[in-house]
């Protein structure tokens, strides 16, 4: 059958479960501490929704198992930074009372609902899709990548749909793992009944958001790179950063005109300066573009810009920051959060997996008629 009338057909196949609720689901892979690429691609936006009234639920989960499939053979980092990622997402503001923050591993419907789905996916498609095959290549797996690193886009799917959610904030490089979801659901809802909700992508606004290079102007920020500026960051270590980032390579003299396409330190400045900034530190422009003018003109030292971004960076950091530390006075608590949130998660996914097994006839203790007729069959 050609694959554009495969489509039509089960297009025209399609059962669309109408959600009951707007949910989000999001996450991060607890490999070391969070940096500000991470602020401002996703932190900042899930307090804003979060404090917007917006959704119904926001759940966040703290992806360890997802993190073991390349991370295997040393568990002791994805176990030490659990507590990272979650002082990290406490002091940017998520708020235990308004959004659920769990583990994953600690959570085995997810992977229960995962075995079911592998029997919806071809291993043809996960091939074909663009993140499993660019992961694969930045990682450089051969035949030798882990069947759970492989397979990741269905448990991403399980993830997604064990709690129903209809928002899955991400960036468009995830963008093809969102869709086999939806394919999932699709195949799901049409071969065993209307459970599983369709969710929707919401990428972040801005070029800044979606991807903050490094300080040496690479495209990503990394730990094993050192490239990076965490929210942990100290006040020097920060200013240490932003004196050696990346400008205008060939911007040699004050004098000289300068690009800020490219130009780390303008990236920046575009993710986190604002009028109030300019008015507060630097009232000789009136805002970013009017900077961006002169710069472009010449006339204008890359040392005064990153001092400039220094105390933008200082105002954003420095309450997370003192914020952290009151929340490193009391590790126990910040696990009880995590309990108590798992706790929460862990009952919303069961209650999908319930309905996901009685779709698919394979809750045998719980059907009574089918234990009643099979008991009548065999004394007949």
Known sequence: MPENQQHHEEEEARVVVEPKEKVILTGDRPTGRLHVGHYVGSLRERVRLQNSGE?????????????????????????????EVALDYLSCGI?????TVFIQSQVPELFELTAYYENLVTVARVQRNPTVKSEIKMRGFNADIPCGFFMYPISQASDITAFKATTVPVGEDQLPMIEQTREIVRSFNRTYGPVLIEPEARIPEGEAAKRLPGIDGKA????????????????EDVA??????????????VADPGKVEGNAVFTYLDAFATDEHFAEYWPEYANLEELKDHYRRGGLGDVKCKRF???VMEETLAPIRARRHELEQDIPGV???????????RETAAQTLHEVKN???INYFDDAALIAEQAQHYQA
């Open 240 to 253: 240490k950063k932003i004196k050696s980032m990346y400008t205008d390579p060939d911007h040699l003299r």
């Open 359 to 361: 779709a698919m006839r």
């Open 335 to 345: 696990y009880e959060v995590l309990r108590a949130g798992t706790d929460r998660a």
């Open 309 to 311: 971004l220094d105390k």
């Open 55 to 83: 959704f119904d639920k926001i759940f966040i989960m703290i992806a360890d198992a997802q993190a073991l499939t390349d991370n295997a053979d040393n568990p002791e980092k994805v176990r030490q930074n659990i507590v």
């Open 95 to 99: 708020d235990p009372a308004k959004s």
């Open 220 to 235: 990503k920020m990394s730990k094993s790179l050192g490239n990076g500026i965490y929210l942990a960051d100290t006040p």
